[in-house]
């Protein structure tokens, strides 16, 4: 069993999850709520309820999945199961699940009562390498990703590899985009990791070694003002792209074959305007080309592109923000980038998958 301290919490790698049976005796809620969606609470809340203590009562919510339904209505759902069930102040939401059941869980009880206590059982890769630590809750508005939010940090992240095993090779994929993201942005070291690995097989420490790497970038940063912005490499246009999938395509790309595109694109942009080298581009594009579908971009959705990607949190003065690449392990940040050079890039992902 491993831990990392964070921003005032723990986060515990711990399969059997023990370390979540004590701190559920240890602390005294009043009640606990444990958020669900429906794949999750077939595949993994029989694991979890194992690990429950007999002197601790629980209900559960249970929400439907995909990151279309991250949005305000299916947290009122929630807000009002929450009523229903009487929930006060002192009660607990436990979030048991991907990046969705997260990010609105923690939204949900960051914002209930001006604030109950959560805790984050991720289930996914994407959720633990990404969504679960760091203290960003959020929901989507209009498609526009986590455009409405708090940083409300989790009283603790119970990480266990066995739920990965519940998970397809899509979603594996999917989170795996996240720890490629990690290593280009911070580590290159742990992308040449990446180059070796055959998915869906994982190394035990991966998880963890991630995670490290992200959060040694929010406890420097926890409010997103500087140094936390790198995290974002890949997502602003990547975030587009997702959103426009989400409303237009009926199997909509999962968020990490969109980061994959966001981070082809805006490493030609790095190329372009950071000094990013180009063999090291081709490095980066050949291998997430290897692992990621091809989406085509048609040029007459540029510039609905072009909006969501206004919209983005990370905007100054109408200035749509970037974080690029200098090198493979070292990125800068608040880059803002005219939109013919974001055209161009756009362009260039289409070209590579003619």
């Not at 993994?44 to 209900?59: E, F, G, H, K, N």
Request: hydrophobic residues 40%.
């Amino acid at each position: 069993m491993k831990k990392i301290k964070s921003l005032g919490y723990e986060v515990i790698f711990d399969d059997e999850l023990n370390e979540l049976q004590s701190f559920l005796i240890d602390h005294d809620y009043s009640q606990l709520l444990i958020l669900v969606d429906r794949n999750t609470n077939d595949l993994c809340l029989p694991q979890l309820q194992a690990c429950i203590p007999d002197i601790v009562d629980y209900d559960i919510i249970e929400i439907d999945p995909g990151e279309e339904n991250k949005n305000i209505d299916f947290c009122i759902g929630v807000w009002k199961t929450m009523l229903d069930f009487g929930a006060d102040r002192k009660a607990l939401m436990l979030n048991l699940g991907g990046g969705v059941v997260t990010d609105l869980g923690g939204f949900a009880a960051a914002t209930f009562k001006r604030g109950i206590d959560f805790i984050h059982v991720p289930t996914t890769l994407l959720s633990q390498v990404d969504a679960s630590v760091g203290g960003k809750t959020g929901i989507d508005l209009d498609h526009v990703k986590n455009i409405i939010g708090t940083f409300t940090q989790p009283q603790a992240v119970f990480i266990s590899n066995r739920f990965l095993e519940t998970l397809d090779d899509k979603q594996l994929r999917s989170g795996f985009a996240e720890v490629i993201k990690h290593g280009l942005i911070k580590d290159g070291s742990l992308f040449d990791k990446c180059l070796q690995i055959e998915l869906p097989n994982l190394p035990s420490d991966l998880v963890y070694q991630s995670v490290a790497i992200k959060n040694e970038v929010i406890t420097t940063d926890p409010f997103e003002k500087g140094l936390r912005k790198i995290l974002n490499f890949g997502h602003t246009i990547g975030h587009a792209i997702e959103g426009y999938s989400l409303l237009h395509d009926q199997n909509p790309l999962l968020h990490g074959e969109a980061i994959a595109i966001g981070m082809i694109c805006e490493g030609f942009i790095s190329k372009k305007l950071n000094n990013f080298d180009d063999v090291e581009l081709q490095k980066v594009v050949t291998y997430l080309m290897s692992i990621y579908p091809s989406y085509p971009i048609l040029q007459s959705i540029y510039p609905q592109l072009i909006e969501l990607m206004k919209n983005d949190k990370k905007n100054e003065d109408n200035k749509v923000g970037f974080a690029l690449l200098r090198s493979i392990g070292v990125c800068d940040f608040n880059k803002f980038v005219d939109e013919d050079v974001i055209i161009e890039s756009l362009d260039y992902y289409n070209d590579l998958i003619k």
